[in-house]
């Protein structure tokens, strides 16, 4: 798993050097000669010298981190350490960039010595999820620019929890409002498909009921934009498209939706969430700790099921061919939304699978009278 990157200064040096052995036989120099052969020889021997030398440094190391699980809150920091040991006792420097799923972590290119101690890397969590370290590239440059050296490091992998933010604990900057935090409830507006489904009540006007929804679940609903508040969180009905995963702005809808449902959980341990897609449904019951799980579960399905065009790694294309299938889950991300949003039989597929409708919170599902939410 090594590629070479010749520079366009190797090339004007091989020009020159038989420009030179070339003019000494045109002009029956035999100095020119002897001095363009001996200059031919030495470079390449050096060239070889230092490819073979780095090549074989390459292969034999090894890309070790100090731990294998890092827990983050999103928006904040933390380092881990790293260090690659070689077999071969020879100390060059490399670039080494960090091969993971982009947006959850930001990570920087590192200088790191080989067989040169331990270093440390800063994360930076930015998306709520789980996101893994599995594989490096290794950059390593000729001293006179003539030559790259790039090479794919595997190791055992680091594990990165990135977490909501706790914005009901005291001085977090959230208001409790009826066992919801104020975070919670100014996320309607933001997120902007969000509504509470709740039984008519028949002293509401019948302005208020929503037919459509009334027609599906053969039962009389109203849909309204202030989500009815309790003590232990409703339950939640949630878009598993490719489009919730999709950033806008630096932004993907999913990370609102997380925390929404992680606001709720504060007095209650549990909550219902259904997933609905497109020919998918599924209920699971998630715990605050869940939260970052349950992104990882949705993203990696709709990985799994996606074409490799429409993904995206971090990562040299020469050495995508090397990476398994299986890891490929954990370090790709969706560029641009699929053709893969809830039909109206999905949602009705949903609705039936909830056992009460006193409070069912819709997370980025539109029940107009399109299909799913396009926007």
Same mark, same amino acid.
């Given at each position: ?7 366009? +200064? ?12 070339? =003019? ?17 020889? &030495?470079?390449?021997?050096?060239? $070889?010298?230092? @490819?073979? !030398?780095?090549? =074989? ?12 699980? &890092? ?40 200088? =790191?010595?080989?067989? %040169? ?43 990165? &929890?990135? +977490? ?14 009826? %066992? ?20 008519? #009540? ?26 009815? @508040? ?12 490719? +489009? =919730? ?19 709720? $959980? ?38 799994? #099921?996606?074409?490799?065009?429409? !993904?995206?790694? #971090? ?12 890891? !490929? $889950? ?18 009705? +597929?949903?609705?039936? $699978? ?13 029940? %107009?009278?399109? &299909?799913? #939410?396009?926007?």
């Amino acid at each position: 798993m090594i590629r070479i990157i010749p520079s366009d +200064r190797l090339l004007v040096m091989y020009l020159l050097f038989s420009g030179i052995t070339y =003019i000494g036989l045109l002009m029956n120099n035999q100095f020119g000669v002897y001095f363009g052969l001996m200059l031919f020889i &030495v470079f390449t021997t050096y060239v $070889l010298s230092w @490819y073979l !030398l780095m090549t =074989i440094t390459i292969l034999y190391t090894q890309l070790l981190f100090s731990q294998d699980r &890092v827990e983050l809150i999103i928006g904040t920091s933390s380092t881990i350490g790293i260090k690659l040991v070689s077999k071969i006792p020879l100390r060059p420097m490399v670039r080494l960039a960090l091969i993971h799923s982009p947006p959850h972590v930001l990570t920087s290119t590192q200088e =790191i010595r080989i067989n %040169g101690g331990e270093y440390a890397v800063k994360l930076i969590g930015r998306w709520i999820g789980v996101a893994r370290i599995i594989y490096s590239i290794a950059t390593l440059e000729e001293p006179l620019g003539l030559l790259t050296i790039q090479g794919m490091l595997s190791s055992d992998g680091v594990n990165i &929890v990135i +977490r909501p933010r706790s914005t009901h604990e005291t001085g977090s900057g959230g208001v409790s409002i009826g %066992g919801y935090t104020e975070l919670g409830t100014t996320m309607e507006g933001r997120l902007g498909d969000l509504r509470s489904l709740i039984e008519y #009540d028949y002293e509401k006007p019948a302005s208020m009921i929503h037919w459509l929804t009334s027609a599906r679940v053969n039962e009389l609903m109203m849909i309204s934009r202030g989500v009815d @508040y309790g003590s232990c969180p409703p339950v939640f009905i949630m878009n598993a498209s490719s +489009r =919730i995963l999709v950033p806008k702005n630096g932004k993907r809808p999913i990370d609102d939706m997380l925390q929404m449902i992680y606001d709720s $959980l504060h007095q209650c341990t549990e909550a219902k969430v259904v997933l609905v897609g497109r020919n998918y449904v599924e209920e699971r019951t998630i715990s605050r700790g869940m939260i970052s799980f349950l992104e990882y579960s949705v993203r990696t399905k709709i990985i799994n #099921d996606m074409n490799m065009n429409d !993904l995206a790694v #971090d990562m040299p294309s020469y050495f995508l061919i090397y990476v398994k299938r299986g890891d !490929l $889950l954990d370090i790709a991300y969706i560029r641009s939304s699929l053709n893969d949003e809830p039909t109206i039989e999905d949602i009705n +597929r949903a609705m039936n $699978l909830v056992g009460t409708r006193n409070r069912v919170v819709l997370l980025g599902i539109n029940l %107009g009278p399109g &299909v799913g #939410d396009t926007r």
